[in-house]
């Protein structure tokens, strides 16, 4: 079994900050990349922030230089920091973690249940 969970979300004004954690447990052999995707309101879920198992990251336009993505191999865990916040970063914010659960095991995606984030003008 392996759960992957979300925390840090909540309410804050444009210009504001927050910090998202995610952890993913359970019977996990290894881990490759870990990311986030968004959900905002009446839009199609899009990718906001994905780092490879070797620290490489690959970011949404509409982030960079406001949101930073780190992990803590150690703690199979994936933050995103976000700085400078605006309106329509509004959303649910969903982790997710490339994983294999034995050595055997075809790498699969799991995702957490969602964290929200919103942000008032």
């Known amino acids: 079994q392996v759960q992957v969970v979300e925390s840090g979300g909540g309410l804050v004004q444009a210009g504001g900050s927050l910090r998202l954690s995610c952890a993913a447990s359970?019977?996990?052999?290894?881990?490759?990349?870990m990311g986030w995707d968004r959900q905002a309101p009446g839009k199609q879920r899009e990718l906001v922030a994905r780092?490879?198992?070797?620290?490489?990251?690959n970011m949404a336009d509409s982030v960079k230089g406001r949101f930073t993505i780190s992990r803590d191999n150690a703690k199979n865990t994936v933050y995103l920091q976000m700085n400078s916040l605006k309106p329509e970063d509004t959303g649910v914010y969903y982790c997710?973690?490339?994983?294999?659960?034995?050595?055997?095991?075809?790498?699969?995606?799991?995702w957490g249940q969602g964290t929200q984030v919103t942000v008032s003008s």
């Open positions: 997710n973690a490339d994983l294999k659960r034995n050595e055997r095991d075809y790498t699969g995606r799991y």
């Open positions: 359970g019977s996990i052999f290894s881990i490759n990349a």
């Open positions: 780092i490879s198992s070797d620290d490489s990251a």
